[in-house]
Every structure is written in C-alpha cells, then in structure tokens.
C-alpha cells in the first residue's frame, strides 16, 4: 500500500506539471519527479515477483502425503556455500541476516555432521514445507579428507540419521548402530543440488567432478532429480556485482544464454557436470553483508523454487 501511494503521489505530480507546461505553451521536459516515478514502479514491480515467490513457497504442497516436507540436499566443494546458502534462505523469511548453520572459507570443512534444517516463515512463524540438507564438504584429492562418496550417497537413500559425524576414512555401514537400516521415504532426499562457485567453475579438478559423476549415475539410476546452484555470481562479472538484475534479464531474454559474454559463458562450461543450462540457479549468499536486499531475495526464492518443484 505504501508503495501504491507513493506511485499514485508521483505520476499525479508528473502529469499536473506536463499539463501546466502545455497550456504555457512551453515544450515539455522530464520534470524531476519522473525519476521517482520509474523507482517506484520498478520497486513496486520486484516486491511483487517477491511476493508471488513467497505465496508459493509458503503454500507448497508435496504429491504425497508420506512426505509433508520434501529434503533437499546440498552438495558440492569445501567452501563453495552450502551452508551459506541454507542461512541466506532463512535470512529472507526473518528479514534480516542470520548464521544458524557454521558456514566457512578454510582449505577444511567447517560441517562436519549431516544436519537437517527446517526453515521458518519468520521468527515466531510457522514451520515451512521443506527441509534443507547439509553435508560435510567434497575434497579434490584422493586422500582421505572430505566426505565420502559412499556417505553421499547412504544420505541420498536415507540410511543416514540427523547430526551423523562424518569420518573421511572410513563410510558408514550396516554394522554401525546409527545407520538406519529401512527408511521410509520421508527420511530419503527427494532433491540434490550441487553447488558451485560461478567465478571458478572451469577450475573445478578431475577427482572432484569424477566424484560428481559417481554421484549423477547413482541418482539417476534412482530417480532423483538434479540442480546446479551457481554461487558468488558477483564475483564471476563486475558489472552483476554493481547490478544484480543483470543477471535476471540476461537469464530471461538472451535465447542462447551459452552465446552470452558474461558470467553465463562460465556457467554453460556447467556441461561437464551434464545437467542443461536450465537446472541452473545463479544466486548471492549473504555472506559479506549485515542486511538484506530485495534482489538477492529474489535469486534466492527463484532457487529455492526450482528445487520444490524438481522434488
């Protein structure tokens, strides 16, 4: 409603000083206030896409009744935002920013459990429908760092419990007392998402994205659906960094996005993970800043949308 008035407040002085000039005679001029009128209305436009974004997801509803909130898992490289991600979500329904999940930028993983975390509508607010998953990091080397493939996938098929402690060295198995021997399919993930940093995705190594592949076959071979969350997009283009809804059009206009000269040429090299440029969600965590902003908002739902629909 504020925005309504100060929209009708701007075009109605707009059009009274375009009539005065013409009765003058004079020629007309943009007079100042039609830069506020434009601001208003692209202001008035993004809250709506917001919104629309937030009705959905605040009303999603799974296919089955065995799962009310469907499990989205994140995956990807140590450092690569994962667990800033599930922060910058909930940042955007508290509507300021938040650190509930340890997130890092250090050679080793700062998660070192499988964590299940519920999203609220708000402080106070009702539980939302969907639950992201956080695992420890993936490691390039052959060595024994990171989480193992193997872990991967037992949490893909539900076999691992919340706030498992991963060990490098050794996978979980049937003889471990916490491993979770029939689960049901509310305890399974319905959703992965491997996430990727879009400022070096053409220098991710041969053992990880080996490791990526082991993965894909798996999930394919199951039927789970896959995504690609490209992250830190305002460090892959200067020009996103000053302008985030650059990014939106070039999304949404360009007909061959993989022809674009800008961070999407980074994203289309997306191809060695084999998934097609539309499973990708460019997106900015709120990692360097203390308050939030509409259009990371929006990057973030529309990311967060994708993967609903996909699970």
């Keep these: 409603k504020t925005i309504d008035s100060k929209l009708t407040e701007a075009r109605t002085s707009f059009l009274s000083k375009r009539m005065s000039l013409i009765l003058k005679g004079k020629s007309l001029e943009f007079p100042s206030e039609l830069p506020t009128v434009f601001s208003a209305l692209s202001s008035f436009v993004t809250n709506r896409v917001k919104d629309e974004l937030l009705k959905e997801i605040r009303f999603y509803e799974s296919l089955t009744e065995s799962v009310e909130e469907p499990r989205i898992l994140l995956i990807g490289q140590i450092g690569a935002g994962k667990s800033s991600f599930f922060n910058s979500v909930n940042s955007t329904f ?173 994203c289309h090299e997306c191809d060695i993970l084999g998934v097609p440029i539309s499973s990708i969600s460019p997106v900015k965590n709120y990692s360097t800043v203390t308050e939030v902003s509409l259009q990371v908002d929006i990057l973030l739902l529309k990311a967060l949308q994708q993967m609903l629909r996909a699970a």
């Design 94 to 266: 508290r509507g300021h920013v938040i650190l509930q999940a340890t997130s890092g930028h250090g050679d080793t993983s700062v998660s070192k459990q499988y964590r299940t975390y519920p999203v609220y509508d708000g402080k106070g607010g009702k539980r939302l429908p969907y639950v992201l998953c956080d695992t420890m990091g993936l490691e390039d080397s052959d060595y024994d760092e990171g989480i193992r493939v193997e872990d991967i996938i037992s949490v893909i098929k539900g076999h691992v419990p919340d706030l498992y402690e991963f060990n490098p060295k050794a996978p979980i198995t049937r003889n471990d007392k916490r491993y979770r021997e029939n689960p049901s399919l509310a305890d399974k993930v319905h959703c992965v998402v491997f996430v990727v940093e879009a400022d070096t995705i053409s220098l991710l190594g041969k053992n990880l994205l080996s490791k990526f592949k082991i993965i894909r076959n798996e999930l394919t071979s199951i039927g789970v659906p896959q995504l690609v969350l490209a992250t830190k997009i305002d460090q892959a283009c200067p020009e996103i960094k000053n302008d985030l809804t650059k990014v939106y059009r070039s999304r949404y206009l360009e007909e061959k996005v993989s022809q674009s000269d800008r961070w999407w040429t980074k």
